[in-house]
């Protein structure tokens, strides 16, 4: 049984658990109280050096950042995630990337600014997250998906922050092919919600 | 012939010129004239919207986010630099998402300031560096390279900013494991230098 170091708030856990769903995979879930500073305590700091949550753990593996938990359960379990040409491989880690810096870096710290009083330049991340949903939105203007013919990782690596993007006062209304591409994500076989993001579709 | 569009003095163009030139790849180095606003133009954001150097054109395929590109070109040419388990392809993209964005955000700003004048909050931008300075001598500290027993495309995607650290007033003499592993990249074969950067080994 694998275990995910995880929190219900956190849309970098979110992704996990969303392939873990989609895939059908059964794990335990062990709550790290990161508002209350958990993730500073010194057992977590052996999990991961970075202090950072998700982790999963699988057969005394100890996988850190969610992008690369998300790779290394397709490889697992279904390399149909990864993309399947060196094209799409490469464009799935472009996307990877994009989830790492430049969401993690806007949609991410506004949401934690305006939930938990975090110390961020609101005005500088406010001005960042509109241009990730720029790019983003003319991206999907006539794709159905980030990298690929198909749902990949990376439309899983990008969706939380983007779909909860409204906590931290960013609205979607501006940006009409990132809300339909959320709903073919929504509609996938597996998908879960978390506090903040459309319920399943019925 | 494929085309990086590239500048010399660039950490994330060196990535992918450092995997070219230890895969033997020829290839046409296009400059864009960051320092001068050239990647502000119109047309290189119909290029890159994200308007970032470098970005691979191959074939018509254009490539953005030097992680990517490091990763499109091993699948094409030499898989062995992404790992060859689950556990070596996840802790690849483990440090590929460490140079997007805990290298990227700090090591990196913090050589713009002091090279370029970049307006950036240098006391944390430093304190940030030192911290992914100590992460990895740690992480070094009983292994040869980042994620395999083998070089991947997760150590060319550390080293160009770690290895330039001196220039954004963070000496790398407090990690010795760190040093070493530099010493380690210079001596494979195809190792090419930059400004900044050690010669090539003999």
Chains 1, 2 share one sequence.
């Not at 694998?2 to 059964?26: A, E, F, I, W």
């Not at 060196?86 to 506004?110: D, H, K, R």
């Not at 922050?161 to 990132?178: C, I, M, N, T």
Request: glycine fraction near 6%; proline fraction near 8%.
């Amino acid at each position: 049984m694998q275990t995910l170091y995880d929190h219900p708030l956190s849309g970098n856990c979110h992704k996990v658990r969303l392939l873990l769903s989609m895939l059908g995979l059964t794990y335990r879930s062990e709550f790290v109280d990161v508002p209350n500073e958990a993730h500073h305590a010194p057992w977590f700091g052996r999990i991961n050096p970075l202090r950072q949550i998700p982790v999963l753990e699988d057969e005394g593996t100890l996988m850190c950042d969610s992008q690369a938990i998300l790779t290394y359960l397709s490889h697992r379990h279904a390399p149909q995630w990864l993309g399947d040409t060196p094209e799409t491989q490469g464009y799935v880690v472009q996307w990877l990337s994009f989830a790492a810096n430049e969401i993690g870096n806007s949609l991410q710290p506004a949401r934690l600014y305006y939930l938990l009083g975090e110390k961020v330049d609101i005005e500088a991340v406010s001005a960042k997250g509109r241009r990730v949903l720029e790019v983003l939105d003319a991206h999907l203007a006539d794709r159905e998906w980030l990298a690929a013919a198909r749902p990949t990782i990376a439309d899983l690596a990008c969706v939380p922050y983007v779909a909860l993007a409204r906590e931290g006062h960013l609205p979607l209304d501006d940006y009409p092919h990132v809300i339909a591409w959320i709903a073919r994500i929504v509609a996938l076989p597996g998908y879960i919600s978390m506090p903040g993001l459309p319920p399943m579709a019925n």
